[in-house]
Each structure stands twice: as structure tokens, then as C-alpha cells.
């Protein structure tokens, strides 16, 4: 079929699946017997990450991240695995261009095609999980540049709508992020714990200490990551409450200013009998210059006191 990939090496099988169609998962039931439940739940749509023993094989679920360059938001992915002692199928929309990287050398490479594919499968999952992670690094190094040209960019001008609208991207990435990589270390153990002797995870433990190397930084980074945006956002808030109260501090001081003289130009303005200065030659003047006086001896008070 167009969409399975199969790659055998000495009894051992490679079956890589790149299109999640109804006529794929049919053909791999019929020819694993799979349980209808993991057939169904390795369609387009996303299942929570796990690992479950069923007789003969081992199903798991993981989700990876992806990053869309055009929108600049992070989104995850999931494959899906089944594991015996003799084969290995992966189930996947070929986002993650790591599987099929590997997969492509391990068909050139014969001597890649020993190391890896002598044993059991469990050492081929344990390498693509491994490069897998290791494709998440370069992830997690965009994010923070993102990170370090907010915090640049937040001090060099006044912040605004864009400002924002920014933040609240990386935050929202950095979320996802942390949602789609949670659980990878506790499916992890759980692999080696279930089926850790079966599959003789005991050889290779080196492999699986790398994996939890990885898991752990990964996490390490978006918590430094988390708590970064966090305070570029609690910056940036504290910036936004500071260029508002200016403003209002402004218009309050306008308001104080212009009330008073409006006040005593709409009472000459009443023209009522016995209003000074009204009928007086130069009378105009003689309001203007009370009206300009008021203002200057206000500003003068509020300079005094600070508040301008």
C-alpha cells in the first residue's frame, strides 16, 4: 500500500504507517489482529497519551510537538506505537519529519540496519523515541529567541496592542508545549515497568537513562520558559497600568485646569445687568487676562506639589 512502509531485517519489522485513512488501520488489523479499540483510536483524531498491555503486543500513545511557521502557534501531533518482541509499527500523519528521516537512512544504511535493527524492537523504538526528543531541542531554542526579542523589544517602546497580542502567543505555545510533553516520562516508566522483562529493556539501559535525560530537560526548559513569559506578561501589564494612569493623570489635570476658567468665562458670559468688565472698553482683555492668570497660578501649584 502507498501509505505502509515496511522495512525487515532479520526477522525483525519496521512497519511505518504515514496516512491515518480507514483503508491503512483495516489492513493492519487484518494482518496483526489488533484489538478494534486501538485500530479506532489511531485515527486523525487525538487520544490521551498512554501505554496498554494487550495480549501480544503493546499499544502506546504519544503527542510532539510542531511548529507552524506561517502562523508562528504550536500545535502537537501523536503516533501511535505497536510494540512486540519482533516488530514495530508506527502510526502517524507524517508531521514529525524524524520518523521518516530514520526511516529512510535505516533502508540505505546497512550497517545502521545492524546496530539498530539486531535484537529486539525494542532498541529501534528506544533510538527513534530518542531522535524524536532530540528534534524537540531546536522547538524549545526558538521558543526562547522568542522569549529574548519580547524582553528586548518591551523596554525599547511603549507597549501596545502588538505588544500583546505577542506575548499571549508564547504563552499559549508554551502551554501546548507543556501539555503535549507531561506525559511522556510517566509513559516512559510505565513501558520499562510493564514490559520491561518481556521485552528485555534490561540490555539497554543506557538507551532508556538517555531518554529520561532528554524528558527532563525538555521539562526543565519550558518551566524556565513558563516563568519567563510569565514576567515578561506581568511586565508588560505593570507598563500598560503605568501608561494609563499618565494619561489619565493628564486628562484629570486638564479637567481641573479647564473647569474653573470655563466657569468664569460662562458667568461673564450671563451678561446679566451690573456684570463687571462686560461693558467696560477692554473689557474682553481684562476676562482673557483673569482667565490666563487662573491657569498660570494652577500649573504653578501643581508643579509645586509634583504633579506635573
Not at 535493527?117 to 524549545?140: H, K, W
Not at 524582553?151 to 501539555?179: C, Q, S, W
Not at 456684570?275 to 508643579?303: D, E, Q, R, S, Y
Request: hydrophobic letters at 45%; charged letters at 25%; one cysteine or more.
Amino acid at each position: 500500500m502507498k501509505h505502509i512502509h515496511e522495512l525487515d531485517y532479520k526477522g525483525l519489522l519496521w512497519l511505518n504507517v504515514t496516512k491515518q485513512t480507514d483503508v491503512e488501520l483495516k489492513a493492519l488489523q487484518e494482518r496483526f489482529d489488533f484489538w478494534d479499540q486501538d485500530i479506532a483510536e489511531c485515527g486523525p483524531q487525538f487520544q490521551r497519551p498512554k501505554i496498554i498491555k494487550r495480549p501480544g503486543y503493546y499499544f502506546m500513545s504519544l503527542h510532539f510537538p510542531v511548529f507552524d511557521r506561517e502562523t508562528k502557534r504550536l500545535g502537537y501531533t501523536e503516533v501511535d506505537f505497536f510494540l512486540a518482541h519482533n516488530f514495530l509499527i508506527t502510526v502517524h500523519n507524517s508531521k514529525l519529519i524524524s520518523i521518516e528521516k530514520f526511516f529512510e537512512e535505516l533502508k540505505k544504511s546497512e550497517a545502521l540496519r545492524e546496530q539498530i535493527l539486531n535484537g529486539t524492537a525494542v532498541r529501534l523504538l528506544l533510538e527513534l523515541l530518542s531522535r524524536l526528543l532530540d528534534a524537540v531541542f531546536p522547538i524549545l531554542v526558538h521558543v526562547n529567541e522568542d522569549i529574548n526579542f519580547v524582553d528586548k523589544k518591551l523596554f525599547l517602546k511603549l507597549p501596545g496592542r502588538e505588544m500583546a497580542e505577542e506575548i499571549l502567543r508564547l504563552k499559549t505555545n508554551i502551554v501546548t508545549f507543556r501539555r503535549t510533553m507531561q506525559a511522556h516520562k510517566t509513559v516512559l516508566e510505565r513501558l520499562v515497568l510493564f514490559a520491561g522483562h518481556e521485552l528485555g529493556f534490561g540490555n539497554l539501559q543506557s538507551s532508556i537513562n538517555s531518554l529520561r535525560e532528554f524528558s527532563s530537560e525538555i521539562w526543565l526548559m519550558l518551566e524556565s520558559q513558563k516563568e519567563s513569559i510569565n514576567a515578561l506578561h506581568e511586565a508588560n501589564e505593570s507598563l500598560l497600568s503605568l501608561r494609563t494612569n499618565d494619561v489619565m493623570r493628564i486628562l484629570t489635570i486638564i479637567a481641573v485646569l479647564t473647569f474653573p476658567l470655563t466657569l468664569l468665562a460662562t458667568v461673564f458670559a450671563i451678561r446679566a445687568p451690573g456684570t463687571p468688565l462686560v461693558n467696560l472698553a477692554g473689557g474682553f482683555w481684562a476676562i482673557l487676562g483673569m482667565i490666563l492668570l487662573g491657569a498660570g497660578v494652577m500649573i504653578a501649584v501643581f508643579k509645586k506639589k509634583g504633579w506635573l
